[in-house]
């Protein structure tokens, strides 16, 4: 059985903890900035990666002394490399090194989606390779058929925005603060759902990809009309963004190869009415319906330490000149999509 030190550093959340091979969470521990990003409506760069280089080394040992561990009773170290924000990527990924240099331990450079896409797994060890993934998080909002560890087919992305970040958007417009995704949830729940007409970009388009921008400005226009109650704009936003989510996987199934189960993981996958709905379409298309558990879908170290278990598994480690990686695809080889940040 191996012992791997999961450090994760790539947004807003200092995160460390230890994981086995055999998928016992034996310590984590997650210091949010939540308070420190609060006042600009969103997580500013900068103050990242300061709070990172503050917070993560005590809180590294800290994780180790909540486990009666040391340095020496791990085998590898497994570290965020990318993609994310690149200051608070550097301090992570900085640390791992100086504690493989340290331990003569191998390090382990983690791709931060492919910690989101492997979670499942570190929750349930029934689920096998290929699977269904619907990839959303505050940068991301992917569909992808998961094959193996590393190997990955991109199915469709979003043209503009992410969907945890639709959710931040309509959570400023509603004046209700950051993090926006479970306030908006919170929200939506005494609202009327079919109160406010809002459009469901993309709906019914061949390929699976998303859109939100669109429902983000109706979003703004309904709020700015004056004509409706928050609580319904949120409920109608959520109920606008889940349809599109459904109607795009269930395109995406279509062209899938088989797969054994339909995943959910990342952010947006804490939001429990996705996850309704998520789980009547895997009933519809006869297909398992895995979701990890609330703390495994925000950002969290033990999906880094977990995708590095894996990894070690396999026999591999990475080089000490590893470079962070501001942007680093699952699958390489998708075509880019016009509008994706991509000049077409
Ligand atoms: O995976 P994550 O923690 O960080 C990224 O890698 O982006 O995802 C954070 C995103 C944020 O946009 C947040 O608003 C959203 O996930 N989120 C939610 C909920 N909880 C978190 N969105 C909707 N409903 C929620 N309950
Ligand atoms: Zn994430």
């Not at 055999?22 to 900068?46: K, T």
């Not at 993560?56 to 924000?85: C, Q, R, S, W, Y």
């Not at 004046?175 to 809002?198: C, F, S, T, W």
């Amino acid at each position: 059985m191996a012992l791997i030190l999961g450090i994760e550093s790539s947004c807003d959340e200092t995160a460390a903890a230890l994981v086995t091979s055999a998928r016992a969470i034996l310590a984590q521990r997650i210091a949010s900035q939540d308070e420190a990003h609060r006042p600009y409506g969103g997580v500013v760069p900068e103050i990242a990666a300061r709070a990172h280089a503050e917070r993560l080394a005590p809180l590294i040992e800290a994780t180790l002394a909540d486990a009666g561990k040391t340095l020496d009773d791990v085998d590898a170290i497994a570290a965020t490399a990318g993609p994310g924000l690149i200051g608070g990527v550097m301090v992570g990924l900085v640390t791992g090194k100086a504690l493989s240099m340290a331990s003569g331990k191998p390090l382990i450079a983690i791709n931060h989606l492919e910690g989101h896409a492997l979670s499942p797994r570190l929750a349930d060890p029934q689920l096998a390779f290929p699977y269904a993934l619907l990839l959303v998080s505050g940068g991301h909002c992917q569909i992808l058929r998961v094959e193996g560890v590393g190997t990955y087919t991109r199915l469709a992305t979003t043209i503009d925005d992410a969907l945890g970040e639709a959710f931040d958007k309509t959570a400023k417009i509603l004046g209700l603060g950051y993090p926006g995704g479970p306030k908006v949830e919170r929200l939506a729940q005494e609202g009327d759902a079919n109160a406010v007409p809002l459009p469901r970009p993309l709906l019914g388009s061949a390929e699976p990809h998303f859109s939100f921008a669109g429902l983000k400005s109706a979003v703004l226009r309904a709020k700015d009309s004056g004509q409706y109650r928050d609580a319904d704009i949120a409920a109608s936003f959520q109920k606008a963004a889940i349809d599109c989510i459904i109607d795009r996987l269930k395109r995406a199934l279509e062209k899938m190869d088989e797969v054994t189960a339909l995943v959910v993981a990342g952010g947006v996958a804490a939001n429990k009415a996705m996850r309704a709905a998520l789980e009547s379409l895997a009933e519809t298309e006869g297909l398992p319906f895995i979701a990890p558990p609330l703390t495994l879908c925000t950002d969290n170290a033990a999906m880094i330490a977990w995708a590095g278990a894996e990894r070690h598994a396999q026999g591999q480690s990475d080089p000490l000149d590893f470079a962070a990686r501001p942007r680093w695809p699952l699958d390489p080889d998708a075509e880019p999509v016009r509008g994706a940040g991509v000049k077409a």
